[in-house]
Antibody
Framework: QITLKESGPTLVKPTQTLTLTCTFS??????????VGWIRQPPGKALEWLAL???????RYSPSLKSRLTITKDTSKNQVVLTMTNMDPVDTATYYC??????????????????WGQGTLVTVSS | AIQMTQSPSSLSASVGDRVTITCRAS??????LGWYQQKPGKAPKLLIY???SLQSGVPSRFSGSGSGTDFTLTISSLQPEDFATYYC?????FGGGTKVEIK
């Protein structure tokens, strides 16, 4: 059974750097094809993908946030860490991490996030 | 970047109704599309992957179809526990969501 759980501060001040940790079990990030992603959701708004890291250390970032994001993994600890610099009140959101699947169909590669962690609400306020 | 346009943004329906939600991609994405259900205060739950494959444990009243640019999530007979917000996802691109409310 795959589980993921996010941890980190619930409150950060504007301009500070946010560091979130995703601790997972039930899979290894050294297994080919496996990834872990981060997604956020401002209160009452839609989901927004942030970053993704694969087993081979391939990293992907949202183009709109790329300059502020860093994603890393610690395979031995089963953890993925996301840092976001220069936090602003508009970054107030629930932050989720999720297991990334990749599969091959007759039409080509497909991918999806499943399961997700429970999420952690981060508030940016002075 | 590929844009995912989801419609409608909200709908009202009754228990037992057939409900259809659509997602349109700004360019062809083959069958690389998933559908998620999210209830208030909860993490999204995968319903459909690869456009039409039902995730294990998901009731068969949920189905997905489409390929290329146009995709559909159908709930054949809406149940009380289905009132939620639904999102499509292509690779890293989420649709804007569809809130399904009780009529």
């Amino acid at each position: 059974q795959i589980t993921l759980k996010e941890s980190g501060p619930t409150l950060v001040k504007p301009t500070q750097t946010l560091t979130l940790t995703c601790t997972f079990s039930g899979f290894s990030l050294s297994t080919s094809g496996v990834g872990v992603g981060w997604i956020r959701q401002p209160p009452g708004k839609a989901l927004e993908w942030l970053a993704l890291i694969y087993w081979d250390d391939d990293k992907r970032y949202s183009p709109s946030l790329k300059s502020r994001l860093t994603i890393t993994k610690d395979t031995s600890k089963n953890q993925v860490v996301l840092t976001m610099t220069n936090m602003d009140p508009v970054d107030t959101a629930t932050y989720y991490c999720a297991h990334r699947h990749r599969g091959l169909t007759i039409f080509g590669v497909v991918s999806w996030f499943d399961p997700w962690g429970q999420g952690t609400l981060v508030t940016v306020s002075s | 970047a590929i844009q995912m346009t989801q419609s409608p943004s909200s709908l009202s329906a009754s228990v037992g109704d057939r409900v259809t939600i659509t997602c349109r991609a700004s360019q062809g994405i083959r069958n690389d599309l998933g559908w998620y259900q999210q209830k208030p205060g909860k993490a999204p739950k995968l319903l459909i992957y690869a456009a039409s494959s039902l995730q294990s444990g998901v009731p068969s009243r949920f189905s997905g179809s489409g390929s290329g640019t146009d995709f559909t999530l159908t709930i054949s007979s809406l149940q009380p526990e289905d009132f939620a917000t639904y999102y499509c996802l292509q690779d890293y691109n989420f649709g804007g969501g569809t809130k399904v409310e009780i009529k």
